[in-house]
């Protein structure tokens, strides 16, 4: 009998086998595809309009995996067509390095246990409220978002609408938008209800993914929490989705198979036809116009947890602080710092710009260094002594030719997390310091004996650096953040007026320390972490920011405006 096998590979249609072994759609098998072996699933039609005239291989054996189901199959197709890719390639999302994983012994799955245990918390009169609406129509497809401040206890109310799922023996996914986030969250899983869930992305090794693959499949398996990728498993009895922090831009995928995990949950949940769970503090822009228009159910949390008080936050006016020569943190900020360490507390110093210098140029001839592939400007990494892109990984020696004479004489514009830490070293010098990255995540529990800490996560307030060493710190006390990025800023008819001193403040080409107004115009801070205290300082603007064709006038406004 004839069978359409798709394969994961770049075609758009199944190939045509014969078997004697008696098949149904959605069963995985393995077949000759050329000179190689390669797995497939039995699809849900022949290829059309095909005229070709070929020999028809056979398929080799069935593999001994539950079914793929009808429903996932049909989000496949959609998947494809939405995003403008083979089916093909749909498919090997779903499998493990192109391959299926059979089922295995009981025994295996046991660390995954499902057994939850009594405990002792209590949700308030507001999770409560937002419970029975999250739970008043979870047997369909449905979208809830749950909105609430920080700290309010969003988790311990999704923890406990996961409950009688998992009683009835439903599976549960749970999407992260970040890797770093997986640990700490287990962390809060396992106290929760008892039991390890199954963890899944790109840093679990290929032994562990196979039990967990196959664990899924099967059904042995009931919750899974992890990124992107994890939309794709092949799960068995899937019985909700949620999305925490539905408004992280990480949830897109940019390389490879390019799509928006949060908007395929949604779309995989309604083929499904099970509810999911949008968690936010502050809801995407296309969530809160389906709020709007009434497509998502929303409930809303705004205390925190207990009646937790919120952090204490300062903006400090650089404008108003004369700066030493080569000097980033002003006075005020000094004393703050000092009085934080005389409390035994630790201090976070952020600054979202990872290097030495963000901007590096001759004095003589006044070029810039900039990458040949993306046209931006290079950052100087004094520990490593060279030049990086950020963007493609181009890098170059900090060596010239002057245009004019001789070598180029650098001028290094703007501060990164190096030149923060060499001037925290030179005010604090008896002080433990250490420059933390994301990319350093493993030796995150030595930050506990460190007194003072610059961080250059992209993602603060969200950043796993910062999530991940929660614990560790005793007090995030003091945090310098970029303007650019951190601060909403609220647009007032003044601001515009002000031009004209904030060119004067720019100079004839070289960087001021800041170009912002007074305080009285600036917007709130947004998405401040808990701690004691916080002190939002916007830093340096430089000239070189300047875009093709682009005036020192333009430049201000359109700052002001992102």
């Not at 988790?155 to 997986?182: C, R």
């Not at 949390?301 to 919120?310: H, Q, T």
């Not at 923060?420 to 070293?425: A, G, P, T, W």
């Not at 300082?537 to 300047?546: A, G």
């Amino acid at each position: 009998m004839k069978y359409p096998i798709l394969l994961p590979n770049i075609f758009n249609h199944p190939f045509t086998y014969e078997s004697k072994i008696n098949l149904k759609v959605g069963d995985f098998v393995l077949v000759p595809f050329g000179k190689s072996k390669i797995t497939g699933i039995v699809w849900d039609e022949f290829e059309k309009n095909n005229n070709k005239k070929f020999k028809i291989k056979n398929v080799l054996r069935k593999l001994d995996v539950s079914p793929l189901k009808k429903n996932t199959i049909n989000f496949l197709n959609w998947f494809a067509k939405y995003n403008l890719i083979p089916k093909g390639m749909a498919l090997k999302l779903i499998l493990l390095s192109s391959n299926a994983i059979e089922k295995k012994e009981k025994k295996i799955y046991e660390p995954f246990d499902n057994k939850i245990k009594k405990n002792s918390i209590k949700l308030s009169v507001s999770q409560n409220k937002s419970l029975e609406k999250m739970n008043s129509s979870n047997k369909k497809f449905r979208v809830h978002v749950l909105q609430g401040t920080t700290g309010s206890g969003k988790t311990l109310v999704y923890f406990e609408a996961l409950k009688p799922l998992i009683e009835k023996g439903f599976q549960g996914l749970i999407l992260l938008p970040e890797i770093g986030l997986t640990s700490q969250f287990e962390q809060k899983f396992l106290e929760y209800f008892g039991f390890n869930p199954a963890i899944w992305h790109s840093g679990i090794s290929k032994k562990k993914k196979e039990i967990i693959w196959s664990g899924i499949s099967s059904g042995e398996i009931k919750i899974i929490i992890g990124a992107r990728s994890s939309l794709f498993l092949p799960f068995k009895q899937l019985g909700i989705i949620i999305v925490d922090e539905e408004h992280d831009q990480s949830f897109k995928q940019d390389e490879g198979v390019t799509y928006n995990a949060r908007d395929m949950a949604i779309s995989r949940a309604a083929f499904e036809n099970i509810p999911i769970n949008l968690i936010t503090a502050v809801p995407s822009i296309e969530t809160f116009e389906n709020i709007k228009k009434g497509k998502y159910e929303v409930s809303r949390l705004s205390e925190r947890y207990k009646n937790a008080a919120l952090p204490n936050f300062e903006i400090i006016n650089l404008n108003d602080t004369k700066l030493e020569k080569q000097s980033w943190l002003s006075n005020k900020i000094i004393e703050k710092v000092n009085f934080h360490l005389e409390k035994k507390d630790q201090v976070l110093f952020f600054l979202n710009r990872r290097g030495f210098s963000p901007n590096v140029l001759c004095n003589k001839c006044f070029t810039t260094s900039s990458c040949p592939n993306c046209t931006i400007n290079l950052v100087y990494h004094k520990k490593k002594n060279n030049l990086l892109c950020h963007y493609c990984g181009f890098k170059s020696n900090l060596s010239r030719d002057c245009v004019k004479d001789g070598k180029c004489e650098f001028i290094f514009s703007g501060p990164g997390v190096e030149r923060i830490s060499e001037e925290v070293k030179r005010k604090f010098p008896d002080k433990k310091i250490e420059i933390f990255l994301d990319r350093i995540l493993p030796y995150m529990p030595s930050l506990k004996n460190h007194n003072l800490i610059i961080d250059s996560s992209n993602s603060f307030p969200h950043s796993s650096g910062i999530a991940s060493s929660a614990s560790s710190m005793a007090a995030m006390a003091l945090c310098i953040t970029d303007w650019e990025r951190q601060i909403n800023i609220k647009m007032t008819e003044e601001m515009f007026k002000m031009k004209s001193s904030f060119l004067a403040r720019l100079g004839s080409g070289s960087a001021s320390r800041s170009i912002y107004g007074p305080i009285s115009s600036w917007g709130k801070t947004s998405h401040l972490k808990e701690s004691s205290d916080i002190y939002a300082v916007p830093l340096t603007v430089s000239y070189t920011h300047l875009r093709a064709h682009e005036t020192r006038e333009d430049l201000v406004c359109r700052l002001l405006l992102e």
